[in-house]
């Protein structure tokens, strides 16, 4: 068997930024922000947070995709003959689409909102009566989306945990015979 340390670190590192940094933002910036002394700060402290915050998970997810193309092409083999692999590799790739499909889409909501740097809102992702509609509504969808990213990358987690388990020589060979009994 190789070594495939460095697409595990990329992978595993890109991970737990992606997951982590929109977690803690999530749960501390949004909130964090209403402490501003004034609506009008609220918006701006949440913005330039949010804004800050992009590149550095844009540079997570890359090393996460990086570290995720080596670990395919590390275990090409076991994906092809153990069983169990390939259904947990599709698994993965359709949390990591979902994960990039709804980080894509609350980033084109947030830049809606930070296009207005100093908008009032009440927090992050609360509008207050003078917010423009058009920031209000995206505040409003980036509420629930601001936990669905931090779900699917936890998701993420979690199978790629199994798929540790699965590498385990006990999970290989419990693969392997249970392959050959179908047979």
């Known amino acids: 068997m190789t070594r495939n340390t460095l697409s ?3 992978h595993d590192v890109g991970l737990s930024a992606w997951f982590g940094g929109t977690l803690a933002n ?17 918006g701006a402290v949440a913005n330039v947070g949010w804004d800050r915050w992009t590149p550095v998970n844009a540079a997570a997810i890359g090393l996460h ?15 092809l003959g153990q069983p169990g692999v390939a259904s947990m590799a599709t698994a993965k790739t359709g ?37 423009p509609p058009h920031v209000a509504r ?19 987690v979690v199978v790629s945990s199994f798929a540790g388990e699965q590498q385990r020589p006990s999970g290989i060979v419990d693969g392997l015979a ?3 009994r179908r047979r």
């Open 138 to 156: 995206a505040q409003r969808q980036l509420r629930g989306l601001q936990w669905a990213v931090p779900a699917l990358t936890g998701a993420l």
């Open 26 to 42: 999530a749960v501390s910036l949004n909130t964090a922000a209403a402490k501003a002394d004034s609506s009008r700060g609220t």
């Open 178 to 180: 249970a392959r050959a």
């Open 95 to 131: 949390l990591t689409v979902a994960a990039l499909a709804v980080t894509a889409y609350s980033r084109a909501l947030g830049r809606r909102v930070s296009e207005h740097t100093e908008v009032p809102v009440e927090s992050g992702t609360r509008p207050e009566t003078n917010t």
């Open 65 to 79: 995709l990086a570290g995720s193309v080596g670990q395919l092409a590390g275990n090409r083999s076991r994906l």
């Open 8 to 10: 595990r670190s990329l």
